[in-house]
């Protein structure tokens, strides 16, 4: 096995948090879980087969597919006995990797990534390849390269939103996420996103649950503490400044919704960052 870890710090003002990739030959029957991820995480299948077991269903996967693990999801993955499976994997998060994968028509009643037009080694899976072998010093090249492997599984994608049944709602998320991205700086209210996007409120918690697995004022929180510990790392930045630029109306309420998140003040986490960076 192979495994090559990076720092997401690098790319985090990106909006894609890249945090390992790498490849396995599994053995017969070689199993993962029940465990619990942070993070999203793909897995491609190369050759052979295996199975998915998730806390709703069960999933056989095979050559040329891929299986999304969702955050805080508690999942079981095995190889099968007689042609165990060879996987490349990415573990990711942010706002770009969510929007990606939702567009490939992954959710969490169905984590299955099917192709158009199965391979050995579609585009996607070369992309992905080629990614594996870079070195994780170099985390823009990696960038550039996971962006590239999820246009690929969006343009590969046999259950893509583009053009499906699901394209309103789709529109919807897309509608309601770009309105949080362009004003979480400042005080909104979850209802004012729902009216932006002409929807009921309650649909639109509904919708946010159904693909993130939690509601869109987390969503909110979570752009939020994400823009403040990039901000956090210019060490010339007051506390106060970055609370102000995330949405916050005072220092103290800034610092108590990031201890709660983050379970350390915004003072202790950049000593703790400068800590690592000796």
Not at 16 to 22: D, R, S, V
Not at 199 to 204: F, T, V
Not at 222 to 245: C, E, F, G, H, W
């Amino acid at each position: 096995m192979i495994q090559k870890d990076i720092n997401p710090d690098d790319i985090a003002q990106f909006g894609l948090n890249i945090y390992q990739y790498g490849h396995e030959v599994c053995t017969s029957q070689h199993s993962y879980g029940p465990a619990v991820r942070q993070h999203y995480l793909l897995h491609y299948v190369i050759q052979g087969c295996g199975t998915l077991h998730t806390e709703q269903h069960s999933w056989p996967v095979r050559q040329g597919e891929a299986f999304l693990i969702w955050p805080h999801e508690i999942t079981t993955y095995v190889a099968d006995k007689r042609t165990p499976w060879e996987y490349m994997w990415i573990e990711m998060d942010g706002l770009m990797a969510a929007r990606s994968l939702e567009k490939c028509g992954l959710r969490r009643d169905m984590p299955l990534y099917r192709p158009k037009d199965p391979d050995s080694l579609a585009g996607e899976g070369r992309l992905l390849q080629a990614l594996i072998a870079e070195d994780p010093q170099h985390s823009l090249r990696i960038t550039g390269l996971t962006c590239l492997f999820l246009d690929a599984l969006i343009a590969g994608s046999a259950s893509s939103r583009a053009g499906s049944e699901t394209s309103s709602i789709s529109r919807h998320l897309d509608n309601a996420t770009q309105y949080i991205e362009r004003h979480y700086h400042r005080n909104f209210s979850i209802a004012e996103v729902a009216e932006y996007c002409n929807i009921d409120r309650s649909y639109l918690s509904r919708l946010f649950q159904q693909q993130f697995g939690y509601g869109p004022k987390h969503y909110l929180l979570q752009l939020r503490m994400n823009v403040a510990t990039t901000l956090l790392a210019d060490r010339s930045l007051p506390v106060k400044v970055i609370a102000y630029s995330v949405g916050y109306g005072s220092q103290m309420q800034f610092a108590k919704v990031f201890n709660h998140y983050f379970h350390c003040s915004p003072s202790e986490w950049r000593r703790r960052q400068a800590n690592s960076d000796i």
